[in-house]
Nanobody, 116 residues
Framework: QVQLVESGGGLVEAGGSLRLSCVAS????????MGWYRQAPGKQRELVAA???????NYSDSVKGRFTISRDNAKNTVYLQMNALKPEDTAVYYC??????????WGQGTQVTVSS
């Protein structure tokens, strides 16, 4: 199995920046795609950004140009640099890892709050 631990959330003013980190442990050699999802109150969990082991990235339209996902395979860590944050970015952010072709692992979530 794969375990994920996120860090880096917090409270920031609109226009500010935050960097989230997610460290994987366990069967890290079997991880393919890693990503960040978010869930705001009363809304469904949605994909924010994802990155393959080879570095191919995918972003939701709402964060393109503002957020950057990156990955350090040697450290089993994925990052999400969030710039120009907006109040609508407020949510719990979850790290996700796909491994062994069909399995998914989730982190515990980290709260990001953007004040207006």
């Amino acid at each position: 199995q794969v375990q994920l631990v996120e860090s880096g959330g917090g409270l920031v003013e609109a226009g500010g920046s935050l960097r989230l980190s997610c460290v994987a442990s366990g069967r890290t050699g079997s991880i393919s795609t890693m990503g960040w999802y978010r869930q705001a109150p009363g809304k469904q969990r949605e994909l924010v950004a994802a990155i393959t082991r080879g570095g191919i990235t995918n972003y939701s339209d709402s964060v393109k140009g503002r957020f950057t996902i990156s990955r350090d395979n040697a450290k089993n860590t994925v990052y999400l640099q969030m710039n120009a944050l907006k109040p609508e970015d407020t949510a719990v952010y979850y790290c996700n890892a796909r491994y062994s072709f069909v399995s998914n692992s989730w982190g515990q979530g980290t709260q990001v709050t953007v004040s207006s």
